[in-house]
């Protein structure tokens, strides 16, 4: 359609990973892109095609590599996991050598057959400078025991508050959302299922299991009554994160570190995600993890595991957990020693466990798409 | 008495320092055909549109029925104008572009349809073509539909700005002769724009020529013809002699004599004698077909050239002679009756004869 | 009025016709057939699966929703194409008539207007329409109430935006079809004693109907695919059916839906522009200048 190629959130600086996608044409010209590229770079030794979220794009990680390895590697950015998913389902993963995205799309590659599985084994060094929650046997990433991929950037998911007009403790529920005093307070975060998620929990219905029609329905009543007292739902961060910060939103509710952390990186320490307290006995943070992943394309090429091991290796992991335009905690532990103090206070270090504890782990619900429909009817009702 | 219809007087026109107009005066009677001519650019289209209302002149009087014009709007003028381009309105059928000054004066549909018909008639337009558009028609039945639209609300003066300057000839011929023909059955004055003195002379009561914005001559077709005011008069129509002489005024009129008729001198008689003569490049204009071949003696009074035939061109009606005499820097052109013998061939030495008395006497 | 009237079997016809003819067939009938075909499958487990059935539509004239976005965006777009054409006009006409010794300067303008990223104007006018913005600052200095307007994140920013990018269009296509008008046309209404106003609208409005209908139709088919302004401006409050799609597409990677909301939204917009054609164009007379 119009504008298609238009990529919203560059514009300003920053990218809403979950949002603003580039509609077909900015796919394509990536692809076109990542081809001339692949044909300027054909004296390389050889050559990799990534598809990936921004950030692990950056030259400060590529080109070591290429350099190291005589090798070209061609972008593919990821503008939705779900539609990179469906990408390489209808055929691209030929074409591909890795891929990295939200976990659970990852984790569900191996199975579906255009990822390789990986030897845990294989990546002991890796796993062993990881944070015990990370190490292998790593279930988040396994099928029926079989793991794909390694775990590369998270966060966590839960409201992200102005202090300089909010308590933290305001937020130690999403009640506030619903609250007449915050109306047209609210900006929810047009990210596909990741404004769902909370609040389902939040209306005591936990959407990683399977949802009956009454479940269902109770998802459609907390969806229409936040609806009601939300100023505005916001695909782009930029837009979101101005309104956070001149005070007309009070919180971002489907965002959490990966729409603070970068604020606070440059300066506005002011702004913080949490995780809200447990409700009757379900956890309300949710944590959100990106892996990365072997594509199955009949060649499978050593140098592809080689970049598995040189993206979670310490220094590039640092380098990943730092971009311009978000900011994000890494599994290798010994990545924390080479943060300084402002970069640690930026990404909420101190906090990270406390936010993991009071967590869900972030896969597919099972009824994704009856939540996504029941969205799209309640948004069009608005 | 009934006074002019278009009374102009001293009408002057800038466009910013440039001045197209310097002090234009001219009457135009009830009923009269009166055509502006001259060469591009000698204001005569300028006149028009101020005529019209679509340009406010610098300075000068301009009064139409008897109303001064100063200020009023070509809406509110008794004049209508046919444009050079005709400017039909190409989105409105032939009915509604007659009706267009009907409609616009609130006039009722039943009698704005028959007034169209009529108009129709008048111009010999087939009643089917009423719901034809412009762009259906050919370029003579455009022409009389813009003659309707311009007429159908009985204007006081038809202004023409050069309407026929893109048909071709044959054409031009007979809706010429059809204007002639209107203007005689209605009775409406016209003011007919032009640069081609042949149309003005066939059509208009009075002509008027115009040269650089002055008025050079107004005057009937054949005062223009055969009286012009100047030398750039006499030559803009078709082609014509002039003959260097010396010129003596007396009381009967003046004697002149020329260098190359040594010891002949003529009496012209004062009719002949422009008013406006003077010393300095005095001629004798002598038209084509006042001219003969002499063979043998000449007539009493007649003036004969020597010379030789240069070119012939047989017309038809008339065969066209050029003759180059010695001493005279053009050839001399002889329009002579046509005939199947041939009077002169090329080369051949012949002997031109015109009478001086016959002749007009003017100067540059 | 000369058309040869020429036969189709004629080669030096199809010869010329050819190209266009396969590029759209190739560029738009073809990913169109697609799309329809798209529409008889199913998605399963994010993949496409070919089962041929009717599902999918089933799903789309079941679900009042997405009637209501459909709806709600053509209705937008005759909105957009209303404001525009009432902005487009005047501007144009003040262009080409009484402004004509700054021809060149405008034409420049209006072609960095065109030049200028949308994007980018778009997100400019979140500085203008937000609370705390430009907007709301001079209404406020001009002795009105503090944030009176409330306009960004609404259907009405939505529309500000939409016009505002589009309105250019008709701009330019109401400009050029204005001054292709012979001057002598207007001079001949006024000679047959017509007043201004009635000459524009016997002589002028008619005569630029081509430039107004093409500058409706490009602003009406764009206002369709309205993408960037309800997603900066909009908030929520007027999703429109570009987003509806991609979403379907993208998010929820059920093609088969979203190529059928495609279908749904192509066949709207046509038959919105047959009928407002067929209304608009009843008599319409052979558009060719008399001369």
Redesign the interface.
């Known amino acids: 359609m119009k504008k298609g190629t238009a990529d919203i959130g560059n514009t300003f600086g920053s990218i809403g990973r979950r949002s603003v996608l580039k509609g077909m044409g900015g796919l394509g010209l990536a692809a076109v892109a990542g081809n001339f590229l692949a044909s300027r770079d054909a004296r390389a030794a050889e050559s990799l095609n990534y598809m990936c979220w921004e950030g692990y794009n950056a030259p400060s990680i590529l080109e070591p590599f290429q350099k190291q390895k005589d090798a070209s590697i061609s972008i593919d950015l990821i503008t939705d996991s779900a539609g990179g998913f469906a990408k390489l389902a209808a055929g691209a993963s030929r074409d591909f050598d890795l891929v990295s995205s939200d976990s659970p799309w990852i984790q569900r590659m191996g199975p579906a057959g255009f990822c390789r599985f990986i030897d845990e084994a294989d990546f002991a060094g890796q796993f062993a400078e990881f944070y015990p929650q990370f190490r292998a046997p790593f279930a988040p990433l396994a099928f029926e025991g079989k793991a794909t991929g390694l775990p590369t950037r998270w966060g966590w998911v839960g409201p992200t508050v102005n202090t300089k007009f909010d308590k933290l403790e305001t937020w130690s529920s999403y009640a506030p959302v619903f609250d007449s005093a915050y109306k047209d307070k609210i900006c929810l975060l047009d990210w596909g299922d990741w404004p769902i998620m909370p609040l389902a929990l939040y209306a005591g219905i936990n959407p990683y299991e399977e949802l009956d029609e009454a479940a269902l329905e109770e998802v459609r009543k907390v969806l229409r009554a936040a609806f009601k007292n939300t100023r505005a739902i916001v695909a782009d961060l930029a837009v979101a994160q101005k309104g956070l910060i001149d005070g007309s939103f009070r919180a971002l509710i489907g965002g959490g570190t990966y729409a603070t952390s970068a604020l606070r990186m440059k300066g506005h320490d002011y702004i913080q995600s949490i995780v809200p307290e447990p409700k009757n006995g379900l956890k309300q943070g949710i944590i959100w993890m990106e892996a990365t992943g072997l594509i199955d394309n009949g060649k499978n090429s050593q140098i592809a595991a080689d970049f598995l091991k040189y993206i979670v290796s310490p220094e590039v992991a640092k380098q990943l957990a730092i971009t311009e335009a978000t900011c994000n905690l890494v599994p290798n532990s010994k990545a924390e020693a080479l943060f300084s103090e402002e970069e640690k206070k930026a990404l909420q270090m101190d906090y990270m466990w406390t936010a993991w504890d009071n967590s869900q782990f972030h896969t597919v619900a099972p009824n994704i798409d009856d939540m996504l429909a029941i969205w799209q009817e309640e948004l069009a009702a608005r | 008495m009934v006074g002019p219809i278009i009374d102009a007087a001293d009408i002057v026109k800038d466009y910013g320092s440039a001045r197209a107009l310097h002090g234009v005066s001219l009457e135009v009677g009830a009923g009269e055909f009166l055509a502006l001519v001259g060469p591009s650019g000698c204001g005569k289209t300028t006149l028009l549109k101020i005529l019209a209302g679509f340009e406010e002149p610098t300075g000068g009087r301009l009064e139409i029925q008897g109303k001064d014009m100063r200020g009023v709007p070509a809406a509110n003028r008794p004049t209508r104008i046919v444009f050079q381009k005709l400017a039909l309105f190409p989105h409105k059928t032939v009915a509604e572009n007659i009706g267009f000054p009907l409609k616009l004066q609130k006039v009722a549909k039943p009698e704005s349809d028959s007034r169209v018909r009529a108009m129709l008639d008048l111009m010999h337009l087939k009643p089917e073509y009423l719901t034809r558009y412009p762009a259906q028609l050919s370029g003579g039945e455009q022409q009389r539909v813009a003659l309707a639209r311009a007429l159908v609300s009985q204007p006081g003066v038809l202004l023409l700005d050069e309407p026929m300057s893109a048909l071709d000839a044959k054409l031009k011929k007979s809706l010429q002769a059809e204007l002639k023909k209107l203007h005689r059955e209605i009775g409406t004055s016209f003011v007919l724009v032009t640069h081609d003195l042949e149309e003005a002379m066939m059509l208009a009561d009075r002509i008027c020529v115009m040269r650089s914005g002055h008025v050079v001559q107004i005057g009937t077709p054949a005062d223009i013809y055969y009286r012009p005011a100047n030398m750039f008069v006499a030559g803009f129509i078709g082609e014509t002699n002039f003959l260097p002489v010396t010129a003596t005024k007396t009381a009967a009129g003046a004697t002149v004599t020329s260098p190359l008729i040594p010891g002949a001198s003529a009496e012209i008689p004062a009719e002949h004698v422009s008013p406006a003569l003077s010393a300095a490049g005095t001629a004798l204009l002598v038209r084509p077909e006042s001219t003969r071949f002499v063979k043998g003696d000449a007539s009493p009074g007649e003036w004969v050239l020597d010379g030789e035939v240069e070119e012939y061109f047989i017309k038809g009606a008339s065969t066209q002679y050029r003759i180059r005499v010695a001493g005279l820097p053009a050839a001399v052109v002889m329009d002579l009756p046509g005939s199947i013998v041939l009077p002169a061939r090329v080369g051949e030495s012949v002997r031109v004869g015109f009478q001086p008395a016959h002749a007009f006497l003017l100067s540059e | 009025?000369q058309i040869e009237q020429k036969s189709w079997k004629d080669p030096v016809l199809i010869a010329m016709v050819a190209p266009l003819a396969i590029v759209m067939v190739v560029f738009f009938l073809i990913p169109l057939l697609m799309t329809a075909v798209l529409t008889f499958q199913t998605t399963q487990?994010?993949?496409?699966s070919w089962t041929w059935n009717l599902k999918i539509w089933t799903e789309v004239f079941s679900?009042p929703?997405?009637w209501?976005?459909m709806l709600?965006t053509v209705g937008m777009a005759v909105v957009c194409v209303l404001l525009c054409v009432l902005i487009a006009y005047p501007a144009a006409y003040a262009m080409a008539t009484r402004l004509k010794s700054y021809k060149t300067q405008i034409q420049i303008l209006i072609i960095f207007a065109f030049l200028t990223?949308?994007?980018?104007k778009t997100?400019g006018w979140?500085l203008i329409l937000?609370?705390?913005g430009v907007a709301n600052w001079l209404l406020m200095h001009i002795g009105f109430p503090p944030e009176m307007l409330n306009l960004?994140?609404s259907p009405a920013g939505t529309m500000i935006g939409m016009v505002y990018n589009l309105v250019t269009y008709p701009m330019f296509t109401i400009y050029l079809s204005l001054v292709r008008i012979?001057r002598?046309?207007v001079?001949?209404?006024?000679?047959?004693?017509?007043?201004r106003l009635?000459t524009f609208f016997?002589?002028t409005l008619?005569?630029s109907r081509p430039g107004l209908y093409s500058g409706a139709v490009l602003v009406f088919v764009?206002s369709l695919?309205?993408?960037?302004e309800p997603?900066?401006l909009g908030?929520?409050?007027s999703?429109l059916a570009?987003e509806?799609i991609?979403?379907s597409?993208?998010?929820?990677?059920?093609?088969p839906l979203g190529a059928a909301l495609t279908l749904v939204l192509i066949a709207i917009g046509a038959l919105t522009l047959a009928v407002s054609a067929a209304l608009t164009l009843r008599r319409r007379?052979?558009?060719?200048?008399?001369?």
């Open positions: 009025m487990y994010y993949r496409l679900k929703h997405y209501t976005i709600r990223d949308a994007v980018l997100f979140i937000d609370k705390n960004l994140f012979d002598d046309l001079l001949a209404a006024y000679d047959a004693g017509a007043s009635r016997e002589v008619p005569l764009l695919g309205a993408f960037l997603r900066v908030g929520g409050t999703p570009s509806l991609r979403q597409f993208e998010t929820r990677v059920n093609w007379p052979n558009q060719r200048s008399a001369a």
